[in-house]
């Protein structure tokens, strides 16, 4: 059983716009979520993270918002660029790090 | 380059066989993982160390799949009479203790079981 769960497969947005990104999960133990971004070829990067404790971090471009009471986190880009088009996945720390299984993000010129 | 690098970056090989895989971590990262990631997934637990000492390993890790890190450096996994469906990418990532999760990944070893 899936405890983290991406239900996007694909998002397209204009760039520019904003782009949201969605994950839930299940476990209420863990203590870190975390972003993670992938180009072809590559291995994943680290993006962002958040505490358990909190709910927004912001770096640049990047905000990540955690619902606790809802099990929900969403990753913000504004403005969205080219060089975002890339696949995206949520994790989440707790004994060990369990990831999505990943949101491909396509920024339309 | 003082990444994490793995090896080989593909493999290929006949059911049946053998195959090992190494990672090298960032030299001064303690926590070292082992991740699968198959087409359209997103990377699959595997096994974690921390220096030498296996602290985790996944269900998923059948009693074919064996991973060593002898002296808290590099590791190696080994795959035992590989099948079919043990064709996908092995990725090892490294990290700090303590650290909240951030994972530093290699490029991956792309095993392709024919």
């Known amino acids: 059983d899936q405890q983290v769960k991406q239900n996007s497969p694909s998002l397209s947005v204009q760039e520019g716009r904003i782009s949201i990104l969605n994950c839930d999960y299940t476990?209420?133990?863990?203590?870190?979520f975390l972003w993670y971004k992938k180009y072809p070829a590559e291995g994943p990067t680290f993006l962002i993270s958040?505490?358990?404790?909190?709910d927004k971090n912001e770096d640049g471009r990047f905000t990540v918002f955690l619902n606790k009471s809802a099990k929900h986190l969403s990753l913000h880009i504004v403005p969205s660029q080219p060089g975002d088009s890339a696949v995206y996945f949520c994790?989440?720390?707790?004994?060990?790090?369990?990831f999505g299984k990943g949101t491909r993000l396509h920024i339309l010129p | 380059d003082t990444g994490v690098s793995q090896d080989p970056r593909h493999k290929i090989t006949k059911r049946g066989q053998n195959v090992t895989f190494r990672c090298d971590p960032i030299?001064?990262?303690?926590?070292l993982y082992w991740y699968r990631q198959t087409l359209g997934q997103g990377p699959e637990f595997l096994t974690y160390?921390?220096?030498?000492?296996?602290?985790?390993k996944s269900r998923l890790l059948s009693d074919r799949f064996s991973a060593e890190r002898p002296k808290g450096s590099f590791s190696t996994l080994e795959i035992q009479r590989t099948e079919q469906g043990d064709s996908a990418m092995y990725l090892c990532?490294?990290?700090?203790?303590?650290?909240?999760?951030?994972?530093?990944f290699g490029e991956g070893s792309r095993l392709t079981v024919l």
């Open positions: 990532a490294s990290s700090f203790r303590g650290s909240t999760g951030e994972l530093f």
């Open positions: 476990n209420s133990m863990f203590d870190y």
């Open positions: 958040i505490s358990s404790i909190k």
């Open positions: 994790a989440a720390s707790g004994t060990t790090i369990i």
């Open positions: 030299s001064e990262h303690n926590r």
């Open positions: 160390f921390q220096n030498e000492a296996q602290l985790e």
